[in-house]
């Protein structure tokens, strides 16, 4: 079974730019997660989809974050225009549908570097 | 709200050595608690977990213990390999059904031969 892929595994922008960040989670995986660790501090949660709906975007840190997740497979995470402080690395995850949760799966992440 | 503090590193020890990581938390609720490992160039794994207090997690020879009373769940191992060398993330999740987790900020090991 392919694991939680993200891409690209590096970024290098420069402030004011663009960037979209990929996920492709596992395949039957409902549940997908965001994730970011900045600086090297803790690892803070972003939002989370069910299938193509946002269940909770309570961590996203302001209007310049779009997460999409068309058709609720793959997911992407626009930051427009980029500044310095989203430097950092995010997290992917996923997992399978139900009530009681199950074990989530991460993906290598991706390293953002704003310049 | 929730929080998760964890003993900060980067931590090295010699192999064979014994290993502590502290971790303690803060939550609104009853938590399950959690330790996630991230090996170099890889993404975050499930170490171990515990969903109640008084539980022990355990793999790979790592041991925690969900201590209620302390609120703590510091991560063991008796002798440690080179290939432990690692990112340890304390976490802890409150609801069912959402794996919303909180976070510590990490721990690197690293192992010397």
């Known amino acids: 079974e392919a694991g939680v892929t993200q891409f690209p595994s590096h970024s290098v922008i420069e402030k004011g730019q663009t960037v979209t960040l990929r996920c492709d989670p596992i395949s039957g995986h409902d549940n997908l997660y965001w994730y970011r660790r900045v600086m090297g501090k803790e690892i803070k949660f972003l939002l989370h989809?069910?299938?193509?709906?946002?269940?909770?975007e309570s961590g996203m840190p302001n209007n310049r974050f779009l997460a999409e997740r068309t058709g609720g497979t793959y997911s992407t995470l626009k930051v427009q225009p980029a500044e310095l402080e989203d430097s950092g690395v995010y997290f992917c995850a996923s997992s399978l549908p139900g009530p009681k949760g199950s074990p989530l799966h991460f993906g290598n992440g991706t390293r953002l570097t704003v310049t | 709200g929730n929080s998760v503090t964890q003993m900060e590193g980067p931590v090295t020890l010699s192999e064979e050595a014994f290993l502590t990581i502290n971790c303690t938390y803060t939550?609104?609720?009853?938590?399950?608690l959690f330790w996630y490992v991230q090996y170099p160039g890889e993404g975050l794994q499930l170490l171990l977990k515990?969903?109640?207090?008084?539980d022990k997690g355990s793999n790979k020879g790592f041991e925690a213990t969900y201590r209620k009373e302390t609120t703590s769940f510091h991560l063991e191992k008796g002798s440690v390999q080179v290939s432990d060398s690692a990112v340890y993330f304390c976490a802890l999740k409150i609801s069912f059904g959402n794996e919303k987790l909180t976070f510590g900020t990490g721990t690197r090991l690293t192992i010397i031969p």
């Open positions: 989809f069910v299938k193509e709906s946002k269940q909770d």
């Open positions: 515990a969903t109640k207090a008084d």
């Open positions: 939550a609104t609720g009853y938590p399950s």
